[in-house]
């Protein structure tokens, strides 16, 4: 089963830009949309942003806004989350998701049917 584990994330200060990346343990990854979610404290689990398979659609939640942007590297088996202007509200642990999915061209945006998960990293924007 493919594994996921995501690398980057730490401290920031409002204005400051990061860039996330999830590395896949293998090629199986081809065949699963991905996405990031993140948790915010005292808060639950929602989506920041979706990929299918071969990139060619990407969904973003609400409150990103247009400061980040997802995508994907199929060789080198990677996911990626570029953050831009962050914000304090920004903090929270952010993690990667993978879901096989048969339809090449679908986003998802319901964290419940992804089945697999990094551990997750924290990013901490200062004001």
């Known amino acids: 089963q493919v594994q996921l584990v995501e690398i980057g994330g730490g401290a920031v200060k409002a204005g400051d830009s990061m860039r996330l990346t999830c590395q896949a343990s293998?090629?199986?990854?081809?065949?699963?949309?991905l996405g990031w979610f993140r948790q915010r404290p005292g808060s639950q689990r929602e989506f920041v942003a979706g990929?299918?398979?071969?990139?060619?659609?990407?969904g973003y939640g609400d409150f990103v806004k247009g400061r980040f942007f997802i995508s994907r590297n199929r060789v080198l088996k990677t996911l990626y989350l570029e953050m831009h202007d962050l914000e304090p509200e920004d903090t929270a642990v952010y993690y990667c998701?993978?879901?096989?999915?048969?339809?090449?061209?679908?986003?998802?945006?319901?964290?419940?049917?992804?089945?697999?998960w990094g551990q997750g990293t924290h990013v901490a924007v200062s004001s």
């Open positions: 998701a993978a879901k096989p999915e048969r339809n090449s061209g679908r986003v998802v945006g319901n964290g419940d049917e992804y089945v697999i």
């Open positions: 293998d090629e199986s990854v081809e065949d699963y949309a």
């Open positions: 990929i299918s398979i071969f990139g060619g659609n990407t």
